[in-house]
């Protein structure tokens, strides 16, 4: 579901989601993550609700848009890498940033920032492993 090109196929579990939170239905475990991410970002609820105007937008950049689901994407990757542990050792760096932060949520932006960073400079072709990843991690400021 999360894995394909089609931008439409990455968006519509968030729009899904949403619907299903707004009905008050059960969601399944990848929603319930997912329900975390949204709730934690009014900011993106506008957007959510309204799936014909924002299913194919595009965000540009250049004109200072960011992409809400890319970042919320990112968001999912950085608690499932938490959550496996992989790279080994990023639930230790995640455990150890929260209890000097005490405010989780900002850590994870901070891992997005990260995150993104570095999947920019691979696209770029650029080779970071696993332990360059990690140390950026562990050089997050609070």
Known sequence: ??????????RAPFFDTWQKMQNKEV???LEQQLATII????EYHA??????????KDYWPELGEANPFLHMALHQAIYEQISTNRPQGIMAIYKLLCETSGNPHDIEHQMVEVL???????????????QA??????????
């Open 1 to 10: 579901m999360l894995f394909d090109n089609d931008r439409t196929k990455l």
């Open 47 to 56: 957007i959510l609700a309204n799936p014909a105007a924002n299913l194919a």
């Open 27 to 29: 969601l399944e475990p």
């Open 133 to 142: 990843y990690l140390n950026k991690l562990k050089a997050i400021s609070l």
């Open 39 to 42: 709730l934690q970002h009014p």
């Open 116 to 130: 993104s960073e570095v999947l920019w400079k691979m696209q770029q072709g650029e080779n970071i492993s696993e």
